[in-house]
């Protein structure tokens, strides 16, 4: 799906759109997500959306779709995963990556699992399975949320505001940023390890 036909989507039946398109990404069903988030923000810049119910919109989707999957892995749990999950993307190894990560770090792994296409979408429903607290993981979606979307919203802000994007780049300019992310993470993983290595 490209942009053009997300962007119709959204104007022809209003913001709710911007939900549905985070909601369904989170739950596991595929949705442009990054390139959204990153084309609203260039939209908001051009004038083209409402900043404040834009970005509300999105977080709204996002925070919703952690809490339905967190609620489907409480109440139903693993067969759910192993019934469905074919179906939504989630393979044995997406289950088993994320399994490993969320018992080593749980906040971790919610809050900056967002960051990692399969973990975002797996975490929620391992963190219900896991009976991890509903507290605990409503405050840590809340801020992954956050964390997760107003760094793409202002980089397609301030980027739209300093270039004609045209929305055929938009997906391309998503997945350079979660690259970038991903090296960022790594660099600073290779460091920890570099570091405990010394020690020993």
Do not use: C
């Not at 810049?45 to 925070?63: D, I, N």
């Not at 109440?75 to 190894?93: D, Q, S």
């Not at 997760?148 to 301030?158: D, H, K, N, Q, R």
């Not at 980027?159 to 970038?180: H, M």
């Amino acid at each position: 799906m490209n942009m053009d036909t997300v962007m119709n989507y959204i104007q022809s039946y209003g913001h709710f759109m911007i939900f549905l398109f985070m909601f369904f990404g989170i739950v596991g069903i595929p949705a442009p997500e990054e390139s959204l988030v990153f084309f609203i923000g260039v939209l908001i810049a051009q004038h083209r959306m409402a900043a404040v119910s834009s970005a509300s919109w999105a977080l709204l989707g996002v925070f919703a779709g952690m809490i339905f999957a967190y609620a489907g892995g409480r109440l139903v749990g693993y067969p759910l995963l192993n019934k469905f999950g074919k179906y939504i993307g989630v393979t044995r190894e997406r289950w088993e990556k994320a399994k490993h990560k969320l018992e080593n770090n749980v906040n971790r792994t919610i809050l900056f699992g967002f960051y990692m296409p399969g973990i975002r979408q797996i975490s929620p429903y391992l963190a219900g399975i896991a009976n991890v607290g509903v507290i605990r993981f409503v405050i840590l979606s809340a801020i992954g949320s956050i964390l997760w979307i107003v760094p793409f919203l202002l980089a397609g802000f301030f980027i739209g505001r300093t270039f004609n994007i045209n929305p055929d780049y938009v997906p391309f300019i998503g997945l350079l940023f979660l690259a970038v992310f991903i090296v960022y993470v790594l660099v600073k993983w290779l460091r920890k390890r570099k570091k405990k290595r010394k020690r020993l």
